[in-house]
């Protein structure tokens, strides 16, 4: 009798995990910024319905639709499917994702986050817009050459942490590096569009201008309070205004984590070894 219970609520705990949290997954789903890729530009446009274009040197890309539309969204897709897509960047047909997802951030999210994000998408009213085709220069349109891309820039799992970090500059360790993705925009990269991994949060460059080094030595000319206020509102210490694309990462992201995670952030960042800005 004893076991039969202890089976029936392993199973009963596996079921849980499987359906997931869905407001854990609407947190999650801010703190990696979904929104803002997922998401058209044009006034009024259904949120997580895709559509928005990213612009990079490999050419255009568009966001697809992650609400559960059978036939336009995710709808047909299992929580498996979602977590290879998440952890190894693969399609549900094995053909690889381009990087402009940022699997190679997202690869370290925890089974935990992964599937309360899944239960929240699940939860999103469907919407039938179709995913637009990328508009890529030659010879980026042949997806497989991405195979050799993950070979040389690619690992998947879980991030390499130190035991002896607090455990906020570990909590900041996963926002930064695995949930919020932040070294895609803040870490320069080689012409293959690989991550200068010695660079890391060092500033780049980017399409529509630059990205800022997020290391000390950057950071060490804001406080605690300055840099916390920073991410809340989007206004420097000197009353100046953020970028436009950074002012959606605050409005989307920053701004809705708790002043625990915030905390945890710039403990993480202020961990960091400095590095001196990228070259302009």
């Not at 053909?95 to 992964?114: G, K, L, R, V």
């Not at 991550?195 to 529509?208: E, I, M, N, Q, V």
């Not at 060490?220 to 000197?238: H, I, N, S, Y």
């Amino acid at each position: 009798m004893a076991l039969a219970q202890a089976c029936a609520i392993c199973a009963a705990c596996s079921a849980a995990w499987a359906q997931g949290d869905a407001r854990n997954g609407q947190y999650v789903a801010k703190a990696a910024g979904c929104v803002g890729c997922h998401t058209d530009s044009q006034a009024g446009a259904q949120p997580y319905a895709g559509g928005r274009e990213l612009a990079t040197p490999f050419g255009k890309f568009y966001g697809p639709n992650l609400t559960p539309h059978p036939q336009a969204g995710l709808g047909r897709w299992t929580l498996q499917d979602f977590r290879k897509a998440i952890r190894l960047g693969e399609r549900p047909d094995g053909a690889h994702y381009y990087p402009a997802f940022p699997y190679p951030s997202f690869t370290a999210m925890t089974d935990t986050d992964i599937a309360d994000l899944w239960a929240y998408l699940r939860s999103l009213p469907p919407s039938s817009r179709q995913n637009r085709p990328h508009d890529l220069h030659f010879p980026f349109q042949w997806r497989f050459l991405v195979t050799f891309w993950k070979w040389l820039f690619f690992t998947a799992g879980p991030l390499a942490s130190d035991p002896k970090a607090p455990q906020p500059v570990t909590r900041g360790a996963y926002l930064v590096a695995a949930l919020g993705h932040c070294g895609e925009c803040h870490t320069p990269r080689n012409f293959l569009g690989g991550p200068k991994k010695s660079r890391y949060l060092a500033g780049a460059k980017l399409p529509d201008g630059r990205s800022p080094n997020l290391t000390p030595t950057r950071l060490k000319q804001w406080d605690d309070r300055q840099l916390a206020e920073f991410l809340r509102t989007g206004v420097t210490p000197a009353g100046d205004a953020t970028s436009e694309v950074m002012e959606e990462v605050i409005k989307n992201t920053t701004s809705q984590l708790t002043a625990q995670d915030l905390a945890a952030i710039i403990a993480y960042l202020r961990s960091l070894p400095p590095l001196p800005n990228e070259p302009k």
